[in-house]
């Protein structure tokens, strides 16, 4: 069991390049998430979503794109990165039901020159 | 916008307890107080929640307010590995939708 899977740990990208950070669970979680940290900050919302199919915005959108084909996995695409975007992101899973706790993965470290 | 708001740090000596306060003023009756934590810059680790009534794990206890305004969590025997952000959350009964973390409170364990 692995949890969440993030890839990659670290990336360095050229303002204007895109990427896709990829996180995968293997808990069966309907609901995953997407969150930016940066240096001495808590943690931001960017996108989330509830089930295959469904995503919606969270804290902070703009400059990034989601989807939600499997239960398994939810990549976060920045289409053109700038260097506002220089940031770990995390990605979460957490079960349906009342007493679902969210796990997270390691983070990804992106800086965009 | 958090709907929590804690104190941006505190300290504690090792060994004793660490109080951390959360303030939640306008939770609703569905939804419970959940506590994270993160060390460092790994992602962040779960400890306990609850709705209205205390709880306690091998971790901490979560003493709720019985108006339910407030909390506190308890570490009662602090460590130096406890030393880390610990984030205060609502999160609604029924389903995730969005889960906001404040700035959380930075704890720092003194020797």
């Known amino acids: 069991n692995a949890g969440v899977t993030q890839t990659p740990k670290f990336q360095v990208l050229k303002t204007g390049q895109s990427m896709t950070l990829q996180c995968a669970q293997d808990m069966n979680h309907e609901y995953m998430s997407w969150y930016r940290q940066d240096p001495g900050m808590g943690l931001r919302l960017i996108h989330y979503?509830?089930?295959?199919?469904?995503?919606d915005q969270g804290e902070v959108p703009n400059g990034y794109n989601v989807s939600r084909s499997t239960t398994e996995d939810f990549p976060l695409r920045l289409l053109s990165a700038a260097p506002s975007q220089t940031s770990v992101y995390f990605c979460a899973s957490g079960g349906d039901g009342l007493s679902g706790e969210l796990f997270f993965g390691e983070g990804s470290r992106l800086t965009v020159l | 916008d958090a709907k929590t708001t804690q104190p941006p740090s505190m300290d504690c000596a090792e060994g004793r307890a660490a109080n951390l306060p959360c303030n939640h003023s306008?939770?609703?009756?569905?939804?419970?107080v959940y506590w994270y934590r993160q060390i460092h810059s790994q992602g962040p680790q779960y400890i306990i929640h609850g709705l209205k009534n205390n709880e306690t794990n091998e971790m901490a206890s979560l003493i709720i307010t019985e108006d339910r305004k407030s909390s506190t969590l308890i570490l009662p025997h602090a460590t130096l590995r406890d030393t880390a952000v610990y984030y205060c959350?609502?999160?609604?009964?029924?389903?995730?939708?969005?889960?906001?973390f404040g700035p959380g409170t930075s704890l720092s364990v003194i020797p």
């Open positions: 306008t939770i609703s009756g569905n939804e419970y």
């Open positions: 979503s509830v089930g295959a199919g469904i995503t």
């Open positions: 959350i609502v999160r609604g009964g029924t389903s995730y939708d969005k889960v906001i």
